[in-house]
């Protein structure tokens, strides 16, 4: 039997959508709650999740065209293989294929490692609660929050209006109070309206109060580029928070690493802001064979040795990061790569003991590239690591520009794997 997909009411006020992309094909099987294309609203880009498992049978709605109103079919799903047709041979395949693997090592996405860490921390400390726009009864913008509400009531999953500034303010009383909220927003973006809240509320409570007085709270949510969201939406703000004293900043690539972070977050005695991205939501990472250790926030992770260059990143940037390596490799130039994971506290240690190994360094990010995190990091390895240095330390970061809405401009203006190969080769002097 075939069933219709529909266009979904993503949020209880979305009356259309525009499918952005397929991630998947015609003739594709897919699990109950695969991420199989993005919708676009009047607000974000978001990910749509299959509502039942099947094979797709083919596309009633074409990716790219015109906004359709919620509950029009977008795709048939058929619930055996026989009944699929196959794909067309010579089809071009969708630009992005984010599929769940079906063997192998166990896998989860970024979007099921934070829902799993708000879990684990709700059930394990009755003080936690999420609060934010649509994280209850819309299961969340991105559905990281999605099935919290059942579990653990209105009451500690906190529907709230986008008045951010007010949003923060009451986080960091509910903190004062003795709380641990969790504070979600659609885009971090929209946490400048509560920068004064952020910075002289929540960051300087502690330094002020002389201790007296702590503010244990977290503010979450996507930032950056990639998801054609237009200027005003596709900020990255690591280096602007990681700037202020008292406050802490992670920014996960990988959803061992986010799950792990979110807790420690969560449990630390101050304010921290998690960062993610769009883009990571719906990628599959391997789960580790045995319960990870403790994150401890300012601790990096090297995901490959080498001995010929040093690649810094983080977050999202991650990925470009590690396919330049993977080029690098096939060149004969075996790079280590460094998630630096945390740019506040960052880890000093493991970048300077690379450096000395290495001799030569590349930070990659898609911040801006004016007063960026990158030009830190590289500050600190000319200051204390400049006798090892063979070469100039490099950097690749996004275009000096406000973010296009065109996806092609958009994409150029963010760095990829090509711009983080070439200045990997001019530190090589390759």
Wanted: proline share 7%.
């Amino acid at each position: 039997m075939a069933h219709e997909i529909r266009m979904p009411a993503i949020s209880p006020t979305m009356e259309e959508g525009r499918l952005a992309r397929w991630l998947i094909s015609e003739g594709d099987h897919v699990e109950e709650g695969d991420v199989i294309a993005e919708i676009e609203t009047d607000k974000a880009v978001m990910e749509f999740e299959a509502p039942q498992s099947g094979v797709i049978e083919r596309f009633l709605v074409a990716e790219g065209g015109a906004p359709v109103a919620v509950e029009t079919p977008i795709a048939v799903l058929a619930e055996n293989a026989d009944a699929a047709r196959e794909p067309v041979p010579d089809a071009p395949a969708p630009r992005s294929q984010r599929k769940t693997p079906r063997s192998g090592a166990p896998r989860q996405t970024v979007r099921e490692a934070l829902r799993r860490a708000l879990a684990d921390e709700m059930e394990r400390d009755a003080d936690v609660f999420l609060i934010g726009e649509e994280v209850g009864a819309a299961q969340g913008a991105y559905k990281v929050s999605q099935g919290l509400i059942e579990r653990f009531g209105a009451a500690r999953v906190v529907d709230a209006p986008p008045t951010h500034s007010a949003l923060m303010g009451l986080a960091a009383g509910a903190a004062f109070a003795g709380l641990r909220p969790v504070v979600e927003v659609l885009n971090v973006s929209y946490a400048l309206q509560a920068l004064d809240q952020i910075v002289n509320t929540a960051a300087m409570s502690e330094a002020m109060s002389g201790g007296a007085v702590i503010c244990p709270l977290v503010l979450r949510g996507p930032q950056g580029g990639g998801e054609r969201m237009g200027a005003q939406h596709s900020h990255d703000l690591a280096a602007w928070l990681a700037h202020v004293p008292g406050l802490k900043v992670v920014v996960p690539y990988a959803a061992e690493d986010a799950h792990a972070l979110l807790v420690a977050a969560i449990r630390d005695p101050g304010p921290v802001v998690l960062l993610e991205s769009e883009r990571l939501y719906g990628q599959n990472f391997p789960l580790p064979d045995d319960e990870a250790e403790p994150a401890r926030l300012g601790a990096a992770r090297i995901w490959r040795e080498g001995a010929d260059v040093t690649l810094i990143s983080w977050g999202v940037a991650m990925a470009a990061t590690l396919k330049a390596a993977d080029t690098l490799s096939g060149e004969g130039v075996e790079a280590e790569v460094i998630d630096l994971r945390s740019l506040s506290p960052w880890d000093r240690e493991t970048v300077l003991a690379s450096v000395r190994k290495t001799n030569r360094a590349v930070i990659v990010e898609e911040g801006w590239p004016v007063a960026s995190f990158s030009k830190e990091i590289a500050t600190t390895i000319m200051q204390e690591a400049f006798d090892d240095l063979d070469a100039p330390v490099a950097t690749v970061a996004a275009a000096d520009t406000p973010l296009p809405y065109a996806g092609a401009l958009e994409d150029a203006a963010l760095p990829g794997a090509e711009a983080v190969l070439q200045a990997a080769r001019a530190v090589l002097y390759t």
